[in-house]
């Protein structure tokens, strides 16, 4: 995570200083190691991934509601899909190395303020139901994370590129 961005992001250094492994890649804002329940009543653990909004080197207001997941398919503590909150299913590539499963929506009526509104919302929805199973279930973990964007010679990231959904192919070139 690029030092500068949270720095300039009070929403990201909250969910970094709340133990939240965040990690932006390619314009994608991805929260590792979220519980959910699948459809064996297991608890596991996914990837929320949302596209990044950025003016310069700082958040702005998410410009969607919708986040994607890589996991399997989020059930309650019953086994039964999360069919409220599944938009839609199916293997997508957003970015080189990023592959989702499924796209959420959940919108508030005044929609989302920032990143930490969006992220937190989404992982409690999914966590509530693995608690159930394991009180002890948690996306905060408080991990050490190395920014591998430190080493790029661009000044501003590429979020266009995860907004129109041509990560993959603005990779090669």
């Excluded at 207001?61 to 399997?72: A, I, K, N, Y």
């Excluded at 080189?96 to 919108?107: I, L, Q, R, T």
Aim: net charge negative.
């Amino acid at each position: 995570m690029s030092p500068q961005l949270t720095s300039r992001s009070p929403d990201l250094r909250r969910l970094l200083d709340e133990g939240y492994e965040i990690e932006v890649r390619s314009g994608l804002l991805m929260m590792r190691h979220v519980p959910y329940v699948d459809a064996q009543r297991r608890v596991r653990y996914g990837v929320l991934v949302a596209e990044l909004s950025l003016a310069g080197d700082a958040t702005v207001v998410p410009g969607t509601h919708v986040v994607m997941f890589s996991g399997d398919e989020p059930c309650d503590h019953l086994g039964r899909p999360l069919e409220a909150l599944i938009n839609s299913r199916g293997r997508q590539t957003p970015a080189p190395g990023v592959e989702v499963d499924f796209a959420f929506s959940s919108k508030p009526a005044s929609g989302y303020p920032d990143y930490y509104a969006k992220m937190t919302t989404y992982a409690a929805i999914l966590a509530s139901q693995a608690q159930q199973l394991d009180p002890d279930a948690t996306a905060m973990t408080f991990p050490v994370l190395d920014d591998p964007a430190a080493d790029s010679v661009f000044r501003y990231m590429d979020t266009a590129s995860s907004r129109a959904g041509i990560g993959t192919i603005s990779c090669r070139f």
